[in-house]
């Protein structure tokens, strides 16, 4: 389809076309969350089931999007929208908490909120997957936000006198990475853990990142 229809103007009901249009486009988001992170996937579900689901039309349906594609991509850019959300309000109640207190509030926000329905788990970690190079670019692209806050968390430790003044993107990456792959391969059911146990896992590993290096094994701290 080479554009989207034009969507109705006016009140009806109390409502003016703008809320109406916004009601709409909830309800088509509300529909594809359930729909894409539980049965049938995204790859299982049609416009016409994704309509029925919500309520609504599919002429309804191109009035507010072009592709099926465009749902995923709103749908994970809400999902990390939330979980930002989580993290920022952690982070403030975290200040003044020494480091390793405030990275596992932090990150523990993150989780609870990203793991706090199975549906966004998928849309987070498998649904977003492999679609398109242009999710594949969203999907880098958000990873980079998440790996900017990590290193702006560490750059702060540091000047604090908590954490070593070092380049922390390499490790911030393959930090993400590991949630990636194993928040992944605990939805598919390939880990044989709880969420807690993975969770703890994953704050262990962020400590270790953010822990000053005379602290490491090895380091001057441990040869005294």
């Known amino acids: 389809m080479a554009g989207r229809l034009k ?9 003016s076309a703008e809320q109406r249009q916004a009601e709409r486009r909830g309800r088509f988001l509300d529909a594809a969350l359930r729909s894409f992170g539980g049965a049938p996937g995204y790859r299982g579900t049609t416009v016409a089931s ?12 191109y009035e507010e999007f072009r592709t099926l594609e465009d749902v995923l991509a709103e749908l994970h850019l809400q999902v990390n929208a939330w979980a930002e959300e989580a993290v920022m309000a952690a982070a403030v109640a975290a200040e003044g908490r020494p480091l390793a207190e405030r990275a596992a509030a932090i990150f523990r926000a993150y ?3 990203v793991t706090s329905d199975p549906c966004r788990i998928r849309i987070t970690f498998v649904e977003i997957v492999g679609v398109s ?5 969203q999907r880098l692209a ?3 936000r998440w790996i900017d806050l990590i290193c702006a968390e560490a750059t702060a430790a540091a000047a604090r006198g908590e954490g070593a003044p070092r380049d922390y ?4 990456t393959a930090f993400i990475g590991s949630v990636n792959g194993l928040l992944h391969d605990w939805s598919a059911g390939w880990v044989d853990a709880t969420l807690d146990e993975v969770v703890d896992e994953l704050v262990r590993q962020l400590l270790d990142i953010l822990r000053p290096r005379e602290q490491e094994p090895g380091g001057p701290r441990s040869a005294q």
Do not use: I
């Not at 994704?50 to 349906?61: D, I, V």
């Not at 190079?133 to 670019?137: A, F, K, T, V």
């Open 142 to 144: 958000r990873r980079a």
């Open 169 to 172: 993107r390499l490790a911030a």
């Open 133 to 137: 190079p242009r999710l594949d670019e």
């Open 7 to 15: 969507a109705p103007t006016g009140r009806y009901g109390g409502k």
């Open 50 to 61: 994704l309509s029925e689901a919500a309520g609504l039309s599919t002429r309804q349906f």
């Open 111 to 113: 989780a609870a909120n």
